[in-house]
């Protein structure tokens, strides 16, 4: 008796363990318990955690939705079948062989819950499927009566059937469904007699047949397509959940990183100016004049850097508020290219401010070509283009400019691979250094906000990852698209791509191509 | 602040790879502090420089490339013939990890950038005038907090 009150204590603890255990593993149980377990399995299917789902590939999700959906049905058919049909069937004395079969899907429905608990989804479905499918046919061929309305309601049920296999089985379990369904259906109408009470009443009864049949076949080919596509729009829904997760992730990955640059970038010239500052406060009446005015020259300059940092950073904003205000105009490339070239920072180079170094500037861009866009938001693009140029080469390697007409299909299909939209009359301006290069694998993410690429924060050369995406925002905005080829190999370089509308004709001259190679000095 | 030693004049090595803020502290070192003040531009010219001047005092950022500031102050402080120099870590990395992990590598000051030029020069006088033996305690206390 002992011994029997120890093992029921025991069992009594295991069962509370595992019902705890089997409500903190499935997601969404608020507290342990058998109600606890209850209440996640209904809530369960409708809980979709974008974490969670972000970390599985596709076919991950899929059995995960389908295990949850399975459980929730087994469960109702367990209880339905156990605490309703049984206990009926029961008091009214059913027949032995309804008994049987009820007593079948009640083993069937517990069969599935335990391969669906060891994680055997997909068997579990379709042995859900398949085996109601043969208890319900049986049911059908061995009725002794013919057709009658307990046969047409019986058959109506396998279109739920085909409803559930939709949910919980693969794509092609659920076609084989509706097929096996549709077979069954037209076979044991148009096989068998009916009833003898609907037998003696009807006068014609082939067209009952086809009056009988038509509408369940056309319910159940329904059922299999509102089926099929609820669990390809529920695998769609999670994919675009999961996805938006991603993006979410990376976005803040990539707020982080630029927060990090940014805080490094401004405390450097924040302590340059505001020491400088201090410096003057402190020493200024010791200083001889010519000291105190190059300490002021200093802080000038380090106020420069900050105020250059911070209108990057502000820049970017205000160009994504206001890309549709461009004000577009004929722009002649080659005046607009000579510019953008003055403006270019010498300093950037890596150099000290008291070196030049010369560089070849290879322009092949013929005089008079105009493009449609805005120039001063031209020469921006070209004089950030021309800065990474000189930035991340080497001091002496060349810099290649070149701008051609795109007309050509084969132009046209290269700029498609590429994501441009396909436009006549565009023109495509490339700028090519021959520096460290860009791995192929990092070349889309240069163009997002605040990106730099790991090899370019450890270096030396300044920036904060906007310049690229200023870039993009600008070609954009001028009715363009823009890329990069790179092999990644350091001295090969990389080729930034951009292409612009080319102005109506009416406001270009038509001139030819020339090739210059013009020796520019980059000096301060 | 710790009162600068009449008739001795200190040579600082400042490593920075920002020229702007190697201006700024070589000049504020040599008003403030009346230091001969060295510069370099990234870890290994630093080294170079280290022993080719003896520096009483090194001050060191963490952000540059090649050899980063840790990696320069753990070098030092693993050979004998520099583990007794002045170290002063000037970062813009202002997480609590990076903080301890230059205590760790064996720097006598952390500071954050941006910094009062004052407290760069009473940071330096105080790290010249601390004692091996109580470097060595600190490192030791440091070493075992972490554990």
Request: aromatic residues 6%.
């Amino acid at each position: 008796m002992l011994r029997m009150q120890r093992v029921l204590r025991v069992l009594r603890r295991s069962l509370r363990e595992q019902w705890s255990h089997e409500a903190v593993r499935v997601r969404g149980a608020e507290r342990g318990g058998p109600l606890g377990y209850a209440r996640s399995i209904f809530t369960a299917p409708f809980r979709v955690d974008p974490a969670q789902i972000a970390t599985l590939s596709g076919p991950q999700r899929e059995l995960r939705r389908r295990a949850a959906l399975l459980r929730l049905i087994l469960s109702c058919l367990l209880g339905i079948s156990a605490f309703v049909l049984l206990p009926a069937a029961l008091l009214g004395q059913a027949a032995a062989a309804s008994l049987v079969r009820l007593g079948l899907v009640i083993g069937l429905a517990l069969a599935c819950l335990l391969l669906n608990y060891w994680r055997r989804t997909t068997l579990a479905g379709l042995l859900l499927i398949f085996g109601t499918l043969s208890i319900m046919v049986h049911f059908l061929v061995t009725n002794p009566g013919g057709i009658d309305l307990q046969v047409v309601l019986t058959y109506a049920l396998l279109a739920v059937l085909i409803l559930i296999s939709g949910l919980v089985a693969p794509g092609w379990a659920t076609w084989l469904t509706a097929l096996l369904v549709v077979v069954t259906t037209l076979a044991g109408i148009f096989a068998r007699p009916f009833a003898p009470p609907l037998a003696h009443a009807i006068a014609d009864p082939q067209q009952l047949r086809f009056a009988v049949a038509g509408p369940l076949v056309t319910l159940e080919l329904f059922v299999a397509v509102l089926g099929w596509v609820s669990a390809r729009s529920a695998g769609a829904a999670m994919a675009a959940a999961a996805q938006a997760f991603e993006r979410e992730r990376e976005l803040a990955s990539l707020k982080d990183q630029f927060i990090t640059n940014v805080n490094h970038e401004l405390r450097t010239p924040t302590m340059a100016l505001n020491g400088y500052v201090k410096l003057l406060k402190l020493r200024h009446e010791q200083m001889k004049p010519e000291r105190r005015a190059a300490i002021i020259e200093q802080a000038a300059l380090a106020g420069d850097d900050l105020v250059s940092l911070l209108s990057s950073i502000l820049d970017t904003q205000r160009l994504d508020q206001s890309a549709q205000a461009l004000l577009h105009e004929a722009v002649d490339v080659r005046t607009t290219l000579e510019a953008a070239v003055r403006l270019v920072d010498p300093r950037a180079g890596g150099l000290a401010e008291d070196q030049s170094v010369e560089r070849d500037l290879r322009m092949h861009v013929p005089a008079g070509l105009v493009v449609w866009a805005e120039p001063v938001r031209l020469r921006q693009v070209l004089t950030n283009l021309l800065s990474n140029a000189v930035k991340y080469s080497e001091p002496g390697t060349p810099v290649e400019v070149s701008a051609q007409v795109l007309e050509a299909p084969l132009e046209l299909s290269r700029r498609r691979r590429n994501g441009a939209h396909a436009q006549p009359r565009m023109v495509e301006i490339t700028v090519r250094d021959y520096g460290l290069g860009i791995p192929p694998e990092q070349a889309k993410l240069l163009f997002e906000r605040f990106v730099r690429l790991p090899r370019d924060l450890a270096s030396t050369v300044i920036g904060n990852g906007l310049g690229l995406h200023l870039c993009k925002s600008l070609v954009e905005a001028m009715g363009g698209h823009i890329w990069v080829e790179s092999a990644g190999v350091p001295g090969e370089g990389a080729t930034f791509h951009f292409t612009l509308p080319v102005a109506p004709l009416d406001t270009q001259p038509l001139l030819e191509a020339t090739s210059e190679h013009l020796p520019v000095v980059v000096a301060p | 602040m710790v009162p600068p030693e009449p008739g001795i004049t200190r040579t600082v090595l400042v490593v920075d790879d920002n020229r702007r803020l190697l201006a700024f502290i070589g000049d504020a070192l040599t008003e403030l502090g009346g230091y001969t003040v060295v510069t370099a531009e990234d870890g290994i010219k630093g080294l170079e420089l280290y022993f080719a001047l003896r520096p009483d005092c090194m001050v060191i950022d963490v952000k540059m490339p090649g050899l980063d500031g840790f990696q320069l102050v753990r070098a030092l402080r693993g050979d004998p013939a520099s583990a007794s120099t002045p170290l002063i870590i000037l970062t813009a990395m202002a997480q609590g990890r990076d903080r301890l992990a230059g205590l760790l590598a064996g720097v006598d000051q952390y500071l954050l950038k941006p910094v009062d030029p004052m407290e760069l020069v009473t940071a330096i006088q105080q790290a010249i005038t601390l004692g091996d033996d109580e470097r060595r305690r600190r490192l030791r206390q440091l070493a075992d907090e972490g554990a």
